[in-house]
């Protein structure tokens, strides 16, 4: 089992930035790939980022490309993501998520709100 916890999330303006944290346990940290999704209320999940066991690949969804950073600290079983530029429609949950093979852990995700 790998337990994950979110924080970090909050209001903040459009333009403004946050940083998210995903701590996790269990389980030894850098044997995941790790990611983030979000949902907005009456939408489906949808990916954000996901950074590779190393932190040497990672990849992005369209509409945060450019914006956000994933970034992890295997020494610390912390996974980031740095969001700036923030807009109404990043306004969702967010959530991280521990993936390898068959298996795949989540967290109770993080709530960001943007205002206009």
């Known amino acids: 089992q790998v337990q994950l916890v979110e924080s970090g999330g909050g209001l903040v303006q459009a333009g403004g930035s946050l940083r998210l944290s995903c701590a996790a346990s269990?389980?030894?940290?850098?044997?995941?790939?790790m990611g983030w999704f979000r949902q907005a209320p009456g939408k489906e999940r949808e990916f954000v980022a996901t950074?590779?066991?190393?932190?040497?690949?990672?990849q992005y969804g369209d509409s945060v490309q450019g914006r956000f950073t994933i970034s992890r600290d295997n020494a610390k079983n912390t996974v980031y993501l740095q969001m700036n530029s923030l807009k109404p429609e990043d306004t969702a949950v967010y959530y991280c998520?521990?993936?390898?093979?068959?298996?795949?852990?989540w967290g109770q995700g993080t709530q960001v709100t943007v205002s206009s």
């Open positions: 998520n521990a993936n390898r093979p068959f298996t795949t852990y």
């Open positions: 269990g389980r030894t940290f850098s044997d995941y790939a």
């Open positions: 950074i590779s066991y190393s932190g040497g690949r990672t």
